[in-house]
């Protein structure tokens, strides 16, 4: 007993008691997939930083390093601990080998580390969202990834303001003619979001809402539709005829066409409803992901970074129903035990 | 022995005896994944079949929906039972609900199916592209997803020039006024993947000055040379033809001094491989997801192309980091509970 209190108080042995309920495959692998990550981001970024003189990269890296051995690491050692496996060992500090600069001889121009460093902190970013969209044993193991990620984008936004401070970022040219308008990356973000609402979530929803009686999953997918879908379609609609595009019209609504309770005359349980919406929400939040970090504009960043939030919401609300009435498929359960 | 026999017979009973040698979380959570998203692709394909009156689309869906039920859905199981896993149960199909074409009440226009199991079938592609980056313990384990991503990028191929057709889809407006040019979309993940490109050679020349280890030198060196090169070399191509200028590319590091130190840091040589194999993965994802942007069939066959080229050199790296214990490789799990 005693033990337990001293592994809650001391800040190194976090734990959320997976021995007594244990994890599923998809939870185990994104717990070590993101420990591995941690650890060969953290042997780059030291490298970078014995590699260049610059105070204010050493003061960049040094938070990034500093943030991920406090807040990540630990964290996802004392899970996959808990649950009995194994942890890899953790990788000496590069910093011992010299001074900070010492490591010049191979040189890298920092506008190159920046570069490098944007595109890890992008992997990173996209490894946290996939574990948001698989956890679904404890809600609390979700909690700590969306920490890790919230994280994550803060350290991305501090390299994009460092490197676009410096130049460092060779952007596509601008997709118009307004010189402060969207680049090709920007504008392709913006017109693929649109178009996949427009072409799966509005159409999967509604089709959806005319399929089931069950008022709880009825709630869930016009929150989908009417908080999410819509809003977030009109949102990037009028940031793109706002930047000079024309967009298509929208597809026909379907809503109301009939008494609830059939999709045509085709039936889908609730259950196949419930799984295909959660596998959409985690593609949609992929998408949201890498737009997100794809982009170097404020404006458009701050965009995608709401419709993340918004799909984490989503996420969570599809999952408390989906184990509360048993209509998820959720991967087996594993241990560490053999024979 | 009789009974392992006969399971090597019967077409239903693909087994790759991972009784003996246990998966990891990663393999486990891919199959279970591919699989489940498998019998989706089923349900919604099957739903769509009974939803449209167009004979072309029944035959399409029909031969899309009995290719995951016949060559995905009975190897993914298998291997999870082999392991020990339960798997779930298959949903009952939806064609005896009537004739197809019945179930016409809530109208989807044949050009919104298209246009969401062209979605649904990204997602697949994409599944089976991480399945792939994942499978490290047992090659033939990867060589099921391999075997399964090339037939999902075959029906993605099939819908996009279907739906094309019929012009069911809206790609992103042109990126330049010259006819048949690239759209927005094509032409920023081709720069999203130079920019890629660029980051793998800088980090391979530094790495490459970092080691003395001949077996790793040959590798990283089969990465810089007979991929990355080439490939930022075709997709600088593939811009410039269409009339981007292209970035500058990075200087080259190589040979400014003797091998065996990146500066004066050193790191381990499964410090290396640990990363380069994760920047493998994440570019196998890279050039995976952009398939759902590119609509040009030269494109596509470019990426296409670089897709395979990636998985080759992961299984160069994986087979090397095995033979090494130069990997780590996430937990192996049982059913054990």
Redesign the interface.
């Known amino acids: 007993m005693q033990f337990k209190i001293l592994k809650k108080i001391l800040p190194s042995s976090y734990t959320l008691n997976t021995a007594q309920k244990p994890m599923h495959s998809g939870e185990i692998y994104h717990l070590w997939e993101s420990l591995t990550a941690s650890h060969q981001l953290i042997n780059s970024l030291e490298t970078f930083q014995m590699n260049t003189d610059d105070k204010n990269m050493h003061q960049l890296i040094q938070d990034f390093t500093a943030s991920i051995r406090k807040q990540r690491i630990p964290k996802l050692e004392g899970l996959l601990k808990d649950a009995g496996f194994t942890v890899p060992p953790r990788t000496a500090t590069k910093t011992l080998q010299g001074k900070p600069g010492v490591g010049t001889e191979v040189i890298l121009s920092d506008e190159e580390i920046i570069k490098v460093m944007f595109n890890l902190s992008s992997a990173l970013i996209n490894l946290d969202g996939r574990a948001i969209g698989t956890v679904t044993t404890k809600e609390s193991i979700r909690d700590l990834f969306i920490t890790l990620l919230k994280q994550d984008m803060k350290e991305h936004e501090a390299i994009i303001f460092i490197g676009k401070s410096r130049q460092a970022f060779i952007q596509l040219p601008l997709a118009v003619s307004e010189p402060n308008g969207p680049t090709i990356g920007d504008a392709y973000w913006l017109w693929s979001e649109m178009e996949f609402y427009r072409s799966s979530s509005i159409i999967l929803l509604e089709s959806y809402i005319s399929n089931t009686n069950d008022k709880e999953l009825k709630k869930i997918l016009e929150h989908g539709l009417y908080k999410i879908a819509y809003p977030q379609l009109s949102k990037v609609e009028q940031t793109l005829k706002a930047a000079g595009f024309t967009v298509p019209p929208r597809p026909v609504t379907r809503m109301h066409q009939r008494p609830p309770g059939v999709i045509g005359q085709i039936t889908l349980s609730d259950s196949e409803v419930t799984n295909v919406i959660i596998t959409a929400s985690q593609f949609l939040l992929n998408q949201h992901i890498r737009a997100y970090s794809a982009t170097f504009k404020d404006e458009y960043r701050l965009i995608f970074k709401s419709f993340i939030m918004e799909e984490i919401d989503n996420i969570k609300r599809l999952y408390g129903l989906g184990k509360t009435r048993n209509l998820m498929l959720t991967p087996p359960q594993v241990t560490s035990k053999k024979g | 022995m009789n009974l392992k026999i006969l399971k090597k017979i019967l077409p239903q009973s693909y087994t790759l005896n991972t009784a003996q040698k246990?998966m990891?979380?990663?393999e486990?959570?891919h199959l279970?994944?591919a699989l489940?998203?498998s019998?989706?692709i089923v349900?919604?394909g099957?739903?769509y079949q009974?939803?449209t009156q167009d004979k072309e689309i029944h035959l399409f869906l029909k031969g899309l929906v009995e290719g995951v039920l016949l060559l995905r859905i009975p190897k993914l199981e298998n291997l999870?039972k082999d392991a020990g896993?339960?798997v779930?149960p298959r949903?009952a199909t939806?064609t005896l609900?009537?004739k197809p074409g019945?179930?016409?009440?809530?109208?989807?226009?044949d050009e919104?199916v298209l246009?969401?199991m062209?979605?649904?079938s990204l997602?697949l592609l994409?599944l089976d592209a991480r399945g792939v980056g994942?499978a490290t313990t047992n090659e033939d384990i990867r060589g099921v997803f391999v075997d399964l991503l090339k037939k999902t990028i075959l029906a993605h191929d099939a819908l996009m020039v279907f739906g094309s057709g019929r012009q069911a889809?809206?790609p992103?407006?042109p990126?330049t006024a010259s006819p048949g040019a690239l759209n927005?979309?094509e032409?920023?993940v081709l720069?999203?993947q130079l920019?890629?490109r660029?980051?793998t050679i800088?980090?391979l020349e530094?790495y490459l000055?970092n080691t003395k280890d001949v077996d790793l030198k040959t590798v990283l060196n089969y990465g810089l040379n007979k991929i990355a090169f080439p490939q930022m070399e075709k997709l600088e191509m593939t811009l410039k033809n269409e009339g981007?200028?292209v970035?500058?590319r990075?200087?080259s590091?190589m040979k400014?001094?003797p091998a065996g130190?990146?500066?004066?840091?050193?790191?381990?040589d499964s410090?290396i491989l640990?990363?380069v194999i994760?920047a493998t993965q994440?570019a196998l994802?890279l050039h995976a997801?952009s398939l759902g942007?590119i609509y040009r069939g030269d494109v596509r066959e470019l990426v296409k192309s670089f897709i395979f080229e990636e998985i080759e050199y992961l299984t160069k790296l994986v087979t090397l980091g095995n033979k090494r214990n130069l990997m780590?490789i996430?937990?192996?799990?049982?059913?054990?509970?």
């Open positions: 246990p990891h979380a990663g486990i959570y279970w994944d489940t998203a019998h989706q349900n919604v099957e739903t009974m939803n999870l896993f339960p779930p949903p939806k609900q009537g019945v179930g016409q009440e809530v109208k989807l226009s919104e246009k969401v062209l979605t649904l997602s994409i994942t889809f809206t992103a407006p990126a927005l979309g032409v920023y720069w999203d920019g890629y660029h980051s800088v980090l530094t000055n981007f200028t970035p500058t990075p200087v590091r400014q001094q130190r990146t500066g004066k840091i050193i790191l381990r410090e640990s990363i994760t994440v994802d997801n942007s780590e996430p937990p192996n799990v049982t059913a054990k509970v």
